[in-house]
């Protein structure tokens, strides 16, 4: 009860408090509150600040908040990484938030790292700050690599990936552009092993104007080389060994890179055997030893040899090999003069087209052998000083006109096969190695033939008859026509002078005409023995009779006449008068009056008198 009683007694002192009013300054001491009352505080609605607060607030902002403007770039700490967002603090009245994807540059992204963002939007609709690292990262970039571009600077950059033509290089956030022939001093084969990769740059070029960057690798190569370069080419020496790679590859020959510097080993130097292309003796990167057979006065063209290191195949090619051994080989090459086949490696041996045949008709190498073709010849001349070799193909074969008197004596009968046409005459191949000439006045007997193409062809067959035969010279004449009887012997006695034959004029020739008796006689009708009896002329195409008045077998020549025929006719009918006429003379005896009689009348004619 007395607890119950006390607490009463707390609850009514407490609520007395409660009801009792509180006095403020200004009732308490009305004149001192209006005498002291700031009126232009009140009108502005504000509280009155001390001076010295006032100061000492605006340094405190001075110090520990930023002018937060539009697009300008701040440093900020990175304070929280959520799984999408960085939340970047930079001393202004709220945080900004940007996205993970500006970082993707920087996996290693953590709390407390110092980024540089540019201010888009000092509060946005929902009055969050907007930040922006890529747009920083950008504008900080194009600082940089303008002054990178001036000094000449070293950068890094990392290869995003491949372009047409080059490589995509992120520059402190700027894209740039890496040309396939600025990535190396060597050609690059396989773009895709760069990619992904961060590498050192040189800025060599800007366009402000459409903001493109291209930048190089091969210029920091190159000033490495150039003074590589300097050392190596002041120790060069001709005949120096030295280590190279494989840089270049050509049809010409091959690119060796020294060190910093290029030689060439010329297609020739490459293999003391031939060859068809440097591939087939070496590959790209290969490393190979070189010697240095020579080079300019500035040392800028070296000359260098592969071949030259091992010992050359003539100096190895044994001491028995001797003049008219036989040997194989493989052709390597073909001219038209003739082939070379490579008896051993390194050591070659030429055929002579005319050593590849007994024939006296030359004709191509082609027509023998083939590239690659595996031959057996029989060495002709051989200088090992001269590391030289004259091969045959022949010589495995007797000699065809060994024994030719007895194969092809004269008069004899045989068949060829047309080889080749001269102007005068055709050129028959009996056999391989044996060739006979047919005179173009030996084809035919009866036909004029101005060139052999008129009368056979190439790979034509012929009969033909041994005429002549010339063995230290090798030369075979032969003949066509002599397979036949001569048909002018025949002729000569059918177109015998003074016979008379039937014919037409055929055509109409200076001078006369001609008449086609047969075949093979063709006659000349000079213009004056075309005269008809009546006087008028024979014309083309009309028949009439004609006498032989010239018959030349040797020459192929006959000469007719029509006006011989009917004046011949004439002639003889004269003398038939003038025999009857003697006759009838014979037979009236004239008497001595009658005679008496006739000389006074012929005395009389002489006088003049009737």
Known sequence: MAEKAQEAQVESTEAKKE????????????EKFLKEFNWHNYQEGIDEVDDQQLKEFEKLVAENFVDTLDDEVVEGTVIHITDRDAIIDINAKSEGVISLNEFRYNPNLAVGDKVEVLIDVREDATGQLVLSHRKARVIKAWDRVNKAHETGEIVNGFVKCRTKGGMIV?????????????????????????????????????????????????????????????????????GQVLEGVVKNITSYGVFIDLGGVDGLVHITDLSWSRINHPNEIV?????????ILDFDEDKSRIQLGLKQLSKHPWEALADTVAVGDKVKGKVVVIADYGAFIEVADGVEGLIHVSEMSWSTHLRSAQDFVAVGDEVEAVILTLDREERKMSLGIKQLHPDPWTDITTKYPLGSKHTGVVRNF????????????????????D??????????????????????????LDVEGRKLSLGHKQTTENPWDKYETEFALESVHTAEISELVDKGATVEFNEDIVAFIPSRHLEKEDGSKLKKGESAEFKIIEFNKEFKRVVASHTAVFKAEEAKIVKQAVRKAEAAAAEAKPTLGDANDALQALKDKMDGKA
């Open 422 to 441: 001269t102007n005068f005459g055709v050129f028959v191949e009996l056999e391989e190695g044996i060739d006979g000439l047919i005179y173009i006045s």
């Open 283 to 291: 590959e790209l990167d290969q490393k190979l030893n070189v010697v």
């Open 170 to 238: 992120d520059v402190f956030g700027i894209e740039a552009f890496l040309p396939g022939s600025q990535i190396d001093v060597k050609p690059i084969r396989d773009y895709d092993q760069y990619v992904n990769k961060t590498m050192e740059f040189k800025v060599v070029k800007i366009n402000h104007e459409f903001k493109n960057v291209v930048v190089s690798h091969k210029a920091l190569i190159e000033a490495d080389i150039e003074e590589q370069k300097k050392e190596i080419i002041g120790q060069l020496e001709k």
């Open 19 to 30: 009801e009792t009013p509180v006095v403020s300054e200004a009732q308490a001491n009305p």
């Open 443 to 468: 084809l035919s007997w009866t036909k004029k033939i101005k060139h052999p193409s008129e009368f056979c062809s190439v790979g034509d067959k012929l009969d033909v008859v041994v005429l002549e």
